[in-house]
């Protein structure tokens, strides 16, 4: 059965990035080379890829406490490495160690 | 000087986030035998090639990083004298019971100045399934996963880099083998720090959090035990830093990624042999790239920021 695709936009970006359901937000950013949000050990550990939910549904994974608090999560808070769309999103980055945030051309 | 007073590197307790997959990883990936799981739910590994009980002790919470880090002393004297000497240079030290893990000894433990906690101990219980003794084959068990030899050293990161340094250097009796320093204040950036004859039992890098984890390495035999550890990363879709690579400092071969908690382990191969009456190396800031990852030349971005 075709996995369902889910259209995620990026405060700040006018593209979109699809991501598929099961499918960890930050791998669909780095696989499809579209926004280097920083990218970190990718499990939920080291909290560099930080991002707020503005709308929309998902489900999330095990992640570090000190990265996304309690009171974060239920604030919409994740991080991108284990967070999984359930319909369209729309997120904010927050970069970290004043890294840039660069987009393709 | 032959080597006494502190050993080597013996174990460490890696905090992860879900016990199943990081048994998975730790075990099936990287090679280490589960030797127990305990009642508080702590699981105890070791590799194959370790004479002692474990060496890897796995604790479930909802913060990845590392508990602490212990190293084996050759005697009760020692112990003594070292508990005495680290409580004379003003920090406290927290005896730890025997028992407290499965088959080890009474420990010492103190908290350095970069905020790690660091254990010393004496006895550990000797596995039944380590290196042969008698007509020794090359292995008792068969190796499996990425062939892990041994738990080799770590990689910490925090504030008072000069202090915990000192703590090990003055105290315990390490040697400094390498530094990275900044080339207009010579401020220590980096120092890699050996109680053996190997190039590194411990490094420290300069950090504005105390108390991380940057990895946690693991000893395989060569550069072709590197490349069959990186066909398994591919294979199992582990998440990869970088490498294979060699570092400049050490100059082992290496590859960086992370468990499925998000610490970093290491594989590492080769590095020079180290002896007490060798000159510090130094790196200066502005050639870091190189004394990192010898062959990219510069550092990736999660070298400084992505810790545990």
């Known amino acids: ?105 | 000087m032959a080597i006494k007073g502190v050993l080597r590197p013996g174990f460490a307790q890696v905090r992860v986030l879900d016990m199943k997959e990081a048994i998975i990883h730790y075990r099936d990936r990287i090679g280490l035998t589960v030797v127990s799981t305990e009642a508080d739910g702590r699981v105890y590994l070791k590799a194959y090639d370790e004479f002692d009980r474990h060496s890897i002790i796995l604790r479930e919470c909802d913060e990845a990083g590392i508990d602490y880090m212990s190293f084996k002393v050759d005697n009760e004297e020692s112990l003594n004298h070292y508990e005495e000497q680290i409580r004379k240079a003003g920090f406290d030290v927290t005896p730890v019971e025997a028992g407290e893990q499965p088959g080890v000894g009474r420990r010492i433990h103190f908290t350095a100045p970069t905020g790690h906690r660091f254990d010393l101990y004496v006895q550990m219980e000797l596995s039944n399934n380590g290196p042969m003794t008698n007509n020794p084959d090359v292995s008792q068990l068969d190796p499996t996963g990425m062939k892990a030899i041994r738990f080799d050293h770590c990689l910490l990161y925090g504030r008072d880099l000069d202090g915990t340094q000192n703590l090990f250097v003055d105290i315990l009796g390490f040697s400094v083998s390498e530094q990275v320093i900044d080339d207009d204040t010579g401020m220590v950036i980096a120092t890699f720090l050996t109680c053996s004859n190997k190039a590194h039992d411990l490094a420290l890098v300069r950090h504005d959090e105390d108390g991380k984890l940057h990895h946690v390495s693991f000893l395989v035999e060569d550069w072709s035990a590197i490349r069959d550890a990186a066909d398994i990363m591919t294979r199992y879709d582990i998440s990869r830093d970088i490498g294979p690579t060699r570092h400049g400092i050490t100059r082992g071969q290496t590859i960086y990624f992370f468990d499925p908690s998000g610490n970093r382990n290491e594989v590492f191969a080769g590095g020079y042999h180290f002896y007490p009456d060798n000159p510090v190396r130094i790196w200066q800031a502005s050639s870091v790239g190189k004394a990192i990852f010898y062959y990219e030349r510069e550092l990736n971005d999660r070298f400084m920021t992505v810790v545990t």
Do not use: W, Y
């Open chain 1, 1 to 105: 059965m075709e996995k369902e695709k889910f259209q995620i936009s990026i405060k700040g970006l006018d593209e979109k990035i699809i991501c598929e359901e099961d499918e960890a937000l930050l791998t669909a950013l780095e696989k499809q080379g579209f926004a280097k949000i920083p990218v970190g050990c990718r499990k939920g550990g080291c909290g560099i890829c930080k991002i707020k939910i503005l709308e929309g549904e998902f489900k999330i994974g095990k992640m570090s406490i000190k990265h996304v608090s309690l009171a974060e999560r239920k604030m919409n808070f994740s991080l991108a490495c284990k967070t999984f769309p359930k319909s369209d999103l729309r997120l904010e980055i927050f970069k970290k160690n004043n890294k840039v945030i660069t987009i393709r051309a």
